[in-house]
C-alpha cells in the first residue's frame, strides 16, 4: 500500500514563473491537507481539501496561491508568480476520515526560487 | 486558537544515554490529541507517539514516551538508549478533537521544532 506521493521532490522555479506542486493521497483516502515549512521553522496548516470540495483554507496566502482536489487525480497545489518568499518545503497528508484520525504525510516537495 | 511552543532549539545526547524535549502548548479546548513527529534529513515527516487529551495515561512506544500534564499544558517526550538513528528534527503538535460526524479535518498545529543531535 504506497503511502502519500509527492511530486516533485525538488522544484526550481524563476521568480514570476508557476510552480505546480502534486499529491496523490494513500489509497483510500479521500481528505488532503496542504503544509508549508518556512526554513528553520515548524510546519504551518495551508489548506484542508476533499474530493472537489475546499474546506478550510484558513492558512492560505490570499493572492497567488491555490488549491484543487478533483475526482480523478492527484491535489495540486498552485502557486503563480513566485517570488523568492515562497521558497520552502511544501509537505501534503492524507487522512481516512476527517475527524480524529491520523493523518499520513508525503515527503514534501522543495521549492526554490531564483 | 492554539499555538504549541517548543523552547530548545537544540539539543544534543551520549547514545545510550536519555533525553526529554520540552513541549508546552495553549487552548482553550478540553478535547484534543497530542502528537510527536520525527523529521530526519530525509525530510519525512514519521509519528513518533500520539497521547489523547482525555486519557490520563502517559503514552509509550518502545524508547518513547511522553510525560503529559494536562493541566500545565506541557507534553514532554522521553527518549531513553539514545541511538544515532535517532537524530532528527522532532515537533510537536496539536490537534483539536472534533465530534465525529463532522468532518472538520485533522488539522494540525505545530511547533518550530527542536534539533536532536546523538553524539557517538
Known amino acids: 500500500n504506497a503511502g502519500v506521493m509527492q511530486n516533485p521532490r525538488h522544484l526550481v522555479r524563476r521568480r514570476g514563473q508557476e510552480a505546480r506542486l502534486r499529491c496523490s493521497p494513500m489509497k483510500g483516502h479521500s481528505h488532503v491537507y496542504w503544509y508549508r515549512q518556512l526554513p528553520e521553522e515548524g510546519l504551518k496548516f495551508m489548506v484542508y481539501l476533499q474530493k472537489e470540495n475546499i474546506i478550510d483554507e484558513s492558512g492560505m496566502p490570499k493572492e497567488r496561491f491555490s488549491a484543487e482536489f478533483p475526482k480523478e487525480g492527484p491535489s495540486i497545489l498552485r502557486i503563480q508568480q513566485v517570488v523568492r518568499g515562497d521558497s520552502a518545503a511544501y509537505f501534503c497528508?492524507?487522512?481516512?476520515?476527517?475527524?480524529?484520525?491520523?493523518?499520513?504525510f508525503g515527503q514534501g516537495t522543495r521549492l526554490t526560487v531564483v | 486558537a492554539q499555538t504549541v511552543t517548543q523552547s530548545q532549539p537544540e539539543m544534543s545526547v551520549q547514545e545510550a544515554e536519555t533525553v526529554t524535549l520540552s513541549c508546552t502548548y495553549d487552548?482553550?479546548?478540553?478535547?484534543?490529541?497530542l502528537f510527536w513527529y520525527k523529521q530526519p534529513p530525509s525530510r519525512q515527516m514519521i509519528l513518533v507517539i500520539r497521547q489523547e487529551a482525555y486519557k490520563q495515561q502517559n503514552a509509550t512506544e518502545n524508547r518513547f514516551s511522553v510525560n503529559f500534564q494536562k493541566a500545565a499544558k506541557s507534553f514532554s517526550l522521553k527518549i531513553s538508549d539514545s541511538q544515532l538513528g535517532d537524530t532528527a528534527m522532532y515537533f510537536c503538535a496539536f490537534m483539536k478533537q472534533n465530534p465525529t460526524v463532522m468532518e472538520y479535518g485533522n488539522k494540525l498545529v505545530f511547533g518550530a521544532g527542536t534539533i536532536l543531535r546523538v553524539k557517538s
Open positions: 487552548t482553550s479546548e478540553n478535547n484534543y490529541y
Open positions: 497528508a492524507s487522512s481516512a476520515t476527517g475527524s480524529n484520525t491520523e493523518a499520513f
